[in-house]
């Protein structure tokens, strides 16, 4: 029997005085919540067949209205791989995997299924945006869960942002279709750390929103990352401008990182690339 206690404790690095012996979980939730993204692939390859089955647990996501406003781009090919590699920095290990996707947020196809069927479509707009991106982060979710349950690794990269217009060429993806991550799928040649959560009490709110003693709770969740896994300088946000950190904590690091824009001119893309964003 799963001990639930055990993962608890490696998902929040504290224990917790609940018991949970009479709860028999499943192989699934074991996975799901032991799980941590992959970040080396061996060169093993993943079956056509087992393939078409993630993909279809990622389509069994569920979806707004059953709109499917989302695509998969499943890259395999290695003269593409190898071009979007030149172009994506330090994060070209993602491509190391056998198998490269690409989530695509996609309004375009329900646009041309309404045009064919004779009616206006009047919903280009920051709604219907937003629910193409949910479906689509919701379909890689599923396709996450279900690869990391049979032993796949994976690694959401959203890096695919910051090169979206070459990425945009070299798929030919047209108006209307965006990449909201890749993600890289293998078999891990590597085994991860799990990585410590931010305790429910900060983010789960009962009944009405509550940030009570926020600060304080951050402090002991920074001590609780930082005895396991300070984050070292070359992980260290920004160094060029603030310097290395004193104490490499979470709350530190991800300061730094928001302190700086990212991703700028991303709303003006995706204006000219067929969201209004009304
Ligand atoms: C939408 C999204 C985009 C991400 N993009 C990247 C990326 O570009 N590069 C990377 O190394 N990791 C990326 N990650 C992985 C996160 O860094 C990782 O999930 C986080 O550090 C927590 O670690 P864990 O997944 O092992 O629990 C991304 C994750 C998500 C959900």
Known sequence: MIDVSNLYQ?????????????IDITPLINSIISRASVRKFSKKNISKELLTLLLTAAQSAPSKSN?????IMVIQNQ???NEISKLIGDTKWALTAPVFLLFLADIRRNIKITNHKGYNHKNNNVDTFMNGVIDSALSMQSMISASESI???ICPISMIRNIIEEVKNLCKLPKGVFPIAGLALGWPDEKSPVSIRLPQDIVTHYNTY?????????N????RVFKVAPIERNKQR??????VAKKGTWSENISRQ??????KDFKKWLKNHGFSLE
């Open 220 to 223: 002991q969740y920074d001590e």
């Open 238 to 243: 920004h160094i060029d401008i603030y310097g």
């Open 151 to 153: 032993g796949l690794g």
């Open 79 to 81: 003269s593409l791989k």
């Open 10 to 22: 490696n998902r929040y690095g504290k224990k917790t005085d609940q018991n949970f012996s009479k």
């Open 67 to 71: 709109l499917q406003q989302y695509s």
């Open 258 to 263: 928001l302190s700086v824009a990212e991703r």
């Open 210 to 218: 509550n940030e009570k003693n926020l600060m304080d709770k951050i």
